[in-house]
Structure formats: C-alpha cells, structure tokens
C-alpha cells in the first residue's frame, strides 16, 4: 500500500519563499526512509506537509495514508495524524504526568473509553519499547533515551501504517541513538513505514535503509549512492 506519493510538489513559506521545488517522494508500508541535508535545506518542512502543520504550495498529487493533501479540509486534519505516529528531537512528553499518564492522555484524545482496552494497550506498548518497568516514573525522571523510548510508545498507541520522525538521535549520545534506530528498524520490518530525517550519517550506513538527500531545493533519492558505500565497507 502506498501511504505517501508526491508528484511534483512545491512548499514555500508563508511569505511565498521557496523550500523545496518539484518534490518526488514516495513512500510504501514497511518502508525505513532517511531524509538528509544541511539544517535549512528542508527536511523538517517536507515531514511538517505530511502531518499538515505546513501548507503544500502546488502539486500534480501530494496524497497521505489516501487523502489528498491540496483538498483537504482543516477539520479533518487531526483524523489525518490519528492514522500517524509523530516523534520529535525534544521528546514533547506532558512533564506532569507519569508515563503511564502520558500515554493515557493521547488514547483518551484518540477515542479510546474502555477502561480494560487502555489498560492493556499500554502495557503492550511499553512492552514493545522495552520501558514496561517506567509505567510510573515522571519525564523528569528518565534519561534522554529513555525519554525517546517513550515518545515512540506514544506514536505507536494507535497502531499507525507511518510513523514521522524529527531527528529523533538528534539529542542523544552514539550509543543510545543505535538503540533507537534499531527499535525503528525493528518496527518498520513489521510493516509500519518510518521516515525520519538525521544528520548522523554513521547510522546510514549501520542501519541502511532508503535515503533522500535535500539541496538546493530539491529532493533527490541517493540510495544506491549509500548501498555502494556499505557494500564497498564489507569487501574491504
């Protein structure tokens, strides 16, 4: 199934400045994406169109989980993300909340009444991000990767097709952003797309996956540039 097609996508800022020009970006179920780039090339604004916080300027076909992005109304923007996970550098957890609180908040937003259901739905994803024994510890309280483990739990309450990720190593040390690039890793082979842009290109070439690079306004899918670079890395 095909969550993201792009065709021939503009953005541009508010005051008409261009970002990005003739954007051909597609994404598949299962699918683990990098998006990279010099900060300001554009990578934050390409995510930020998925999810409908900034405007796509024009299109042949700009699509998300089936919807068309050029029509759709503001109302039925939060349905949109509910079908999404999004995962930010600065975590975004509710600071006056456990964990368990946290993850509660966003089911009950979402829809969620059953008491027993929620229940069960959290301790599943906590399960999953290996945190089940965090259930009721304050943010405060969690290290920085402990903190993202969290923020992944939340993006995956609703059991979305596609998770977006804003740098989401970005504030962590080498060892604890492998963690986490192998948890998305782990999530994308069972069938949830992730894209997620990184300055770190070492987790490129440890974890690959399907690379796009920003610059000069343009998108450009630089896949096998990196697949020839890992395989000339194991003949040596």
Known sequence: MLLIDFKNVNIAHLDGEPVLRGVNFHVDEGEFIYLIGRVGAGKSSLLKTIYMEMDIESANEATVMGQDLTTLRRRDIPELRRQMGIIFQDFQLLGDRTVEQNLRFVLKATGWKDRKKTDERIDEVLRQVGMEDRKGRMPHEL????????????????????????????????E?????????????????????????RQLLNKYPGIVYRCTDQQVSDVTNDYNQLVSDEELE
């Open 143 to 174: 290290s920085g990767g402990e903190q993202q483990r969290i923020a992944i739990a939340r993006a995956l309450l609703n059991s979305p097709k596609l998770i977006v990720a804003d740098e989401p190593t970005g504030n962590l040390d080498p």
């Open 176 to 200: 604890t952003a492998d963690d986490i690039i192998c948890l998305l890793r782990e999530i994308a082979q069972k069938g949830t797309a992730v894209v997620q842009t990184t300055h770190n």
